[in-house]
């Protein structure tokens, strides 16, 4: 069993700045991505960010102003999102795709609520 949890998050305003953090835990041999997904509220869940073996991918839509770093010793990810906007509101939900011996999972965290408005 693998554990995602989120912190981090709340109401911003435009052009403010949020950290959010994630930590996966649990029986796993390895984690071979771990990242940040998010959902608006018509929209479907899109890629932020995440981390794929050392390798970053970000959305167009927030290069240059989110930041995601990993810490692989504590299976922890960290997202810097700065510059925020209107449109970055959404649910955001942590990924670690965890597993090992060629078979991996996806398990999501419980999601947390990022609200940009004046």
């Known amino acids: 069993q693998v554990q995602v949890v989120e912190s981090g998050g709340g109401l911003a305003q435009p052009g403010g700045s949020l950290i959010l953090s994630c930590i996966a835990s649990g029986s796993f041999l390895r984690i071979s991505a771990l990242g940040w997904y998010r959902q608006g509220p018509w929209n479907e869940r899109e890629l932020v960010a995440r981390?794929?073996?050392?390798?970053?991918q970000y959305a167009d839509s927030v290069k240059g102003r989110f930041t995601i770093s990993r810490d692989k010793t504590k299976n922890t990810v960290v997202l810097q999102m700065n510059s925020l906007e209107p449109e970055d509101t959404a649910v955001y939900y942590c990924?670690?795709?965890?597993?090992?011996?060629?078979?991996?999972?996806?398990?999501w965290g419980q999601g947390t609520q990022i609200t940009v408005s004046s």
């Open positions: 981390d794929v073996e050392g390798y970053m």
């Open positions: 990924c670690a795709r965890a597993g090992g011996d060629g078979e991996y999972e996806n398990y």
